[in-house]
């Protein structure tokens, strides 16, 4: 009898194990189908295999450093726009760090086939081709990869990471909202953009607010890597997805959460700073000294080990 009462308690363990691993299974398959579908929506190709600058293409499974060139846009429609925020990201799994370099929309550039003018001007001639171009030409690296990304629609992003923790040095208000000094967090998309567009309180100007841009970024790169996003990567790549364009494919955003995380240990802000204002046939450039560029092309070649 006793035996009767095991092999039935054991029998409905069985069938209520099977039917949870079928439930989470199922579960398990329509989340990736939907993160598939939101990764591919924001996946786009450019005219090119790989980089002129290596001759053969990165592997992300391989775990080899590579480099990013995000471009920060506000599109509007009938006008391509210009892209505002231009950052340059190297990431070394090998050294666990990231290098993160700010290039100020006004620099005075070569922009090939256009001749000198100002680099934010290469996205409106040439959309992200020319942008990358661009900046490969500038720094003599290649671009492995690039992330398009509408700031108007980035407060989504930054909500489905759960907000962003920064290290704040400048004390001011913005749209109602007080930011202290200090490490505060960020909790909302609204806060978050806020931070990163005040631009007239900053006595560094345009510099200030690069740097609070490349903090958010850090925010969400830090957020999105983090083991517990993992419970809401769904959500993470579907604002993703609304609002960013990119050539990283879905595994490589999956083997970068798992297999370049280390990296997030050292993270490096710089801006290209050393260079000044002038006036060129009545316009405004930015200009940077060669010396400043040349000692950027070699840090970037060290830390992509070229």
Same mark, same amino acid.
């Given at each position: 009898?006793?035996?009767?009462? @095991?092999?039935?308690?054991?029998? +409905? &363990?069985?069938?209520?194990?099977?039917?949870?691993? =079928?439930?989470?299974?199922?579960?398990? #398959?329509?989340?990736?189908? =939907?993160?598939?579908?939101?990764? *591919?929506?924001?996946?786009?190709?450019?005219?090119?295999?790989?980089?002129?600058?290596?001759?053969?293409?990165?592997?992300?499974?391989?775990?080899?450093?590579?480099?990013?060139?995000?471009?920060?846009?506000?599109?509007?429609?009938?006008?391509?726009?210009?892209?505002?925020?231009?950052?340059?990201?190297?990431?070394?799994?090998? &050294?666990?760090?990231?290098?993160?370099?700010?290039?100020?929309?006004?620099?005075?550039?070569?922009?090939?086939?256009? /001749?000198?003018?100002?680099? @934010?001007?290469?996205?409106?001639?040439?959309?992200?081709?020319?942008?990358?171009?661009?900046?490969?030409?500038? #720094?003599?690296?290649?671009?492995?990869?690039?992330?398009?990304?509408?700031?108007?629609?980035?407060?989504?992003?930054? $909500?489905?990471?759960?907000?962003?923790?920064?290290?704040?040095?400048?004390? #001011?208000?913005?749209?109602? +909202?007080?930011?202290?000094?200090?490490?505060?967090?960020?909790?909302?998309?609204?806060?978050?953009?806020?931070?990163?567009?005040?631009?007239?309180?900053?006595?560094?100007? $345009?510099?200030?607010?690069?740097?609070?841009?490349?903090?958010?970024?850090?925010?969400?790169?830090?957020? %999105?890597? %983090?083991?517990?996003?993992?419970? @809401?990567?769904?959500?993470?790549?579907?604002?993703?997805?609304? *609002?960013?364009?990119?050539?990283?494919?879905?595994?490589? &955003?999956?083997? #970068?959460?798992?297999?370049?995380?280390?990296?997030? @240990?050292?993270?490096? *802000?710089?801006?290209?700073?050393?260079?000044? /204002?002038?006036?060129?046939?009545?316009?405004?450039?930015?200009?940077?000294?060669? %010396?400043?560029?040349?000692?950027?092309?070699?840090?970037?070649?060290?830390?992509?080990? &070229?």
């Amino acid at each position: 009898m006793k035996k009767q009462k @095991n092999r039935r308690l054991l029998k +409905i &363990l069985v069938i209520m194990g099977v039917i949870m691993l =079928s439930v989470v299974g199922a579960y398990m #398959f329509m989340m990736y189908q =939907s993160i598939d579908a939101a990764a *591919n929506n924001m996946y786009v190709e450019i005219d090119r295999e790989f980089s002129p600058k290596r001759q053969v293409q990165i592997s992300i499974e391989e775990k080899q450093p590579f480099s990013v060139l995000v471009l920060g846009v506000d599109e509007r429609s009938g006008d391509r726009g210009r892209s505002d925020t231009m950052i340059v990201i190297t990431v070394n799994p090998n &050294l666990e760090s990231i290098q993160m370099l700010s290039i100020p929309r006004d620099t005075y550039v070569n922009i090939p086939g256009r /001749g000198m003018d100002k680099i @934010n001007h290469a996205y409106a001639f040439g959309d992200i081709e020319l942008s990358i171009e661009t900046v490969e030409d500038m #720094f003599d690296i290649p671009i492995d990869y690039f992330a398009k990304v509408n700031m108007e629609g980035f407060e989504e992003v930054v $909500d489905a990471v759960g907000g962003v923790t920064i290290q704040n040095d400048l004390v #001011f208000e913005y749209s109602g +909202i007080t930011y202290p000094a200090g490490e505060i967090r960020l909790e909302t998309g609204e806060e978050a953009m806020g931070y990163a567009r005040m631009r007239y309180e900053d006595p560094r100007g $345009d510099f200030g607010r690069q740097e609070r841009q490349r903090k958010i970024v850090q925010g969400i790169i830090k957020e %999105a890597a %983090a083991v517990e996003s993992l419970w @809401n990567f769904d959500d993470i790549i579907s604002a993703l997805g609304s *609002n960013l364009q990119t050539n990283f494919e879905f595994t490589n &955003l999956i083997d #970068f959460q798992r297999d370049y995380r280390p990296a997030l @240990n050292t993270i490096e *802000n710089s801006s290209l700073d050393s260079g000044s /204002g002038e006036y060129i046939n009545d316009i405004y450039y930015y200009v940077v000294p060669e %010396a400043s560029i040349v000692e950027w092309s070699e840090r970037f070649k060290t830390h992509l080990e &070229l």
